[in-house]
């Protein structure tokens, strides 16, 4: 695929830019938070949307990774050093070039209408759910978040979060916050919320689709799956849905919770 085929099949205005690393630091053991300067993408993008980036080292395909927060010009991603695409990532220095494609797919969809919004983060689902809360307090809109973690040292810090929303956090062994899991708090503020917003594992989303917890309140999650091409192209990332096959990369990643077939969805 020549770069040209590139520009030429990006969605929605998405944009092809080579941008520079402001930069990149380890904020938690072994993620990372990565400015780059992208005006093109930085200025478009909308919350729970991603982008696909060219990792050097042995990587052939692009990586998903979600837009985490925007500056006017600048655009910040939040990432877990995992594999071979990341872990280059994360050696990256300010001022090298990074060829980057977006913003892709399609993210979270807030009314109008709904004032109290519940935002529910799973480890790393909180790089997506920055940039939500970020447009949502702007709005002025009431925000809660769950904030879940394994234990205190994978918890997000608090200095990096917007101002002006609730934080409830959640640690599996209890060495901060709460001890369980975010799902466990989720009764507790869901009457007072119009709707919620999902980003977290699939172990996270399971335990609410088995245990009914959402009640019938409407939420919208960010599916996180294997995707090549990142634009429609592949049909790698298809998913069977009530509304028939979707991709996660073009129709979503943010899907409405009830639209997901869960019973059917054995590969995330
Ligand atoms: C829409 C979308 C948004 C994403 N946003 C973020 C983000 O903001 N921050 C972040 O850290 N990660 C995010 N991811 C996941 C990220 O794309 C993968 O972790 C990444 O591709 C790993 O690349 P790698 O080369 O480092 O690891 P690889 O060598 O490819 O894999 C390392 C490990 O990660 C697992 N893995 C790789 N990709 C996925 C995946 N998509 N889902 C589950 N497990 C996977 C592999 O099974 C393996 O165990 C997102 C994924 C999607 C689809």
Known sequence: MQENDIDNITQNNAAHSICSIISNSEVMPG?????????????????????????????????????????ESKLAILYAGLGSGTQWLSKQKEHTPIDILGPLGNGYT??????????????????????????AVSQGKNVTLLLGAQKEEMVFPGNLLPD?????????????????RTTDMLS???????????????????????????MNKPCQISLEVRMACGMGVCYGCTINTRHGLKQVCHDGPVFDFDDILWDELVDI
């Open 31 to 71: 993620v990372f938070l990565m400015w780059l300067e992208a005006a093109d993408i930085a200025k478009k993008a909308k919350p729970g949307q991603f982008i696909m980036i060219q990792c050097g080292g042995n990587t052939l395909f692009r990586r998903p990774i979600s837009i985490h927060r925007t500056e």
């Open 110 to 135: 807030v009314n109008n209408d709904d004032k109290n919004l519940l935002l529910i983060a799973g480890g790393m689902g909180i790089a997506p759910l920055t940039f939500l809360a970020d447009a």
């Open 164 to 180: 002006g929303i609730k934080c409830i956090v959640t640690t599996d062994d209890g060495s901060m916050g709460i001890k369980g």
């Open 188 to 214: 507790a503020y869901l009457d007072e919320a119009d709707r919620v917003f999902a980003c977290g594992p699939a172990p996270m989303y399971r335990t609410m689709y088995k245990n009914n917890l959402l």
